[in-house]
Nanobody, 122 residues
Framework: QVQLVESGGGLVQAGGSLRLSCAAS????????MGWYRQAPGKQRELVAR???????NYTDSVKGRFTISRDNAKNTAYLQIDSLKPEDTAVYYC????????????????WGQGTQVTVSS
């Protein structure tokens, strides 16, 4: 049982910055990768950034150089630092944690946070 709580969204002018946080609680020992996704109105949810349990990050091309994902395993928290915001970054940002099954080998389950709204004005 894992709960993800996101925070840090808001309304920011283009060029500004935000830092999103995702705090995991509950049974966190089986968390492997964590990631950030976003969904704009009328569009599919897309992967923004992902970080492995060992701290190796991956980014979608549209955010490389502007977004930074990190995690603090001691605090069971993932972060997304967003710089140089653009209006097209406006979306609901969701945190995801992949939880390994304790009974089925090579199976994992995705847990999602409630989402936090990021709005970028021009």
């Amino acid at each position: 049982q894992v709960q993800l709580v996101e925070s840090g969204g808001g309304l920011v002018q283009a060029g500004g910055s935000l830092r999103l946080s995702c705090a995991a609680s509950g049974s966190t020992v089986n968390i492997s990768a964590m990631g950030w996704y976003r969904q704009a109105p009328g569009k599919q949810r897309e992967l923004v950034a992902r970080i492995s349990s060992g701290g190796s990050p991956n980014y979608t091309d549209s955010v490389k150089g502007r977004f930074t994902i990190s995690r603090d395993n001691a605090k069971n928290t993932a972060y997304l630092q967003i710089d140089s915001l653009k209006p097209e970054d406006t979306a609901v940002y969701y945190c995801r944690a992949d939880i390994r099954s304790s009974v089925v080998p090579n199976m994992s389950f995705a847990y999602w946070g409630q989402g936090t709204q990021v709005t970028v004005s021009s």
